[in-house]
């Protein structure tokens, strides 16, 4: 199990990677799943809405559909969204839960969010860009979402 000093500094490292700002990944981390790298969680509503095609046409089964259907680790990516990213076929969704594969997916999609949002992430956001690809990153149902990570920015921020 590693300790939170050493998964800081993973998800540092693959943020720096990413082109991202660290301290924006470990305010993500720190509201996603509190930096339990075992976090998990259902979500019924993508399932249907986004993964429910899939299995229906026999793409895929119903283990697959549902490990999809949930987020995972650090980031809580969700499996869908991992694969689409491209996690491998090959690859058991849950192993989003080893920290250095949930940070490396988690930071390859924080990455196309800002994408989505026009934006340059490699330095600290700007207020309104951020709050734009974390909308695009929550998927726009939490509208507090955005303030509810940059507040946590401080306690990352480079010594």
Known sequence: MS?????????????????L??????????????????AVRYEPGFLSRYVAPLYTVGKIGATEAYTRAMSWGL??????VAREEGLP?????????????GLEYGCR????KFAAANSDASEAPSDEVAQRALLLWNGGANKSY??????RLSHYAAA
Not at 21 to 38: H, K
Not at 89 to 101: E, F, K, M, N, V
Request: hydrophobic fraction near 55%.
């Open 3 to 19: 300790s939170l000093p050493q998964l800081v500094a993973l998800a540092r490292a693959a943020a720096a990677a990413h082109g």
């Open 21 to 38: 700002d660290p301290a924006l990944v470990c305010a993500v981390v720190e509201q996603e799943s509190a930096w339990n790298t075992w």
């Open 75 to 80: 980031m809580q990516v969700m499996g869908q």
């Open 89 to 101: 076929d090959a690859t058991s969704i849950p192993q989003l839960c080893d920290p250095a594969t």
């Open 109 to 112: 999609v924080l990455r196309a």
């Open 146 to 151: 955005p303030a509810q990570v940059l507040a």
